[in-house]
């Protein structure tokens, strides 16, 4: 039987070889990454047109990552955080506990490694209140000036030592 035989007798049976299923729905923590890539990315300024120059890429990719649908590799996400001026563990900071059954061991820490660290509240980075706080704050030029609202801002805060 040649090759062009095989394909239509596996056509006409209804069914071609098996291939294993794609998962259709993104992993929260691709989509948890791709929240934090969408979280720098404003808080800088930079379009998705501008942030994929940068990379190599088209904007239309720069939206899949963010949105979670492509996964983000180990050197594009080394790229991310030089373009973006982050360490890489950024983009998994305030990652939800309930996503953690998603990596290996089931999510569970291994002895020795750091306790969870807190985070902020729900979406506390994702406001838009939070957003034009960052962006105000660094338009500031004066450096000096900068530090002395820093310093009012966490003297206005109860436990700001904390």
Do not use: C, W
């Not at 950024?90 to 569970?108: A, C, I, K, Q, T």
């Amino acid at each position: 039987m040649s090759g062009e035989e095989v394909f239509r007798h596996s056509e006409e049976a209804g069914s071609l070889p098996d291939r294993p299923e794609k998962e259709s729905r993104p992993n929260p923590i691709d989509i948890h990454v791709g929240s934090r890539i969408r979280l720098r990315r404003t808080l800088l300024g930079m379009s998705q047109e501008r942030l994929g120059e940068a990379l190599g890429l088209t904007f239309q990719q720069v939206q899949k990552y963010e949105r979670g649908v492509n996964r983000v590799g180990a050197s594009r996400l080394y790229d991310l955080s030089r373009v973006l001026d982050v360490p890489i563990s950024f983009f998994y900071d305030d990652m939800p506990e309930s996503l953690g059954g998603h990596g290996v061991n089931g999510g569970r820490r291994s002895p020795g490694l750091s306790d969870a660290q807190d985070s902020f509240g729900d979406d506390t980075l994702n406001r838009r209140e939070t957003l034009e706080l960052v962006r105000a704050y660094y338009r500031i030029t004066d450096p000096s000036v900068r530090k002395r609202v820093f310093e009012l801002v966490k003297s206005l805060v109860p436990d700001a030592a904390a």
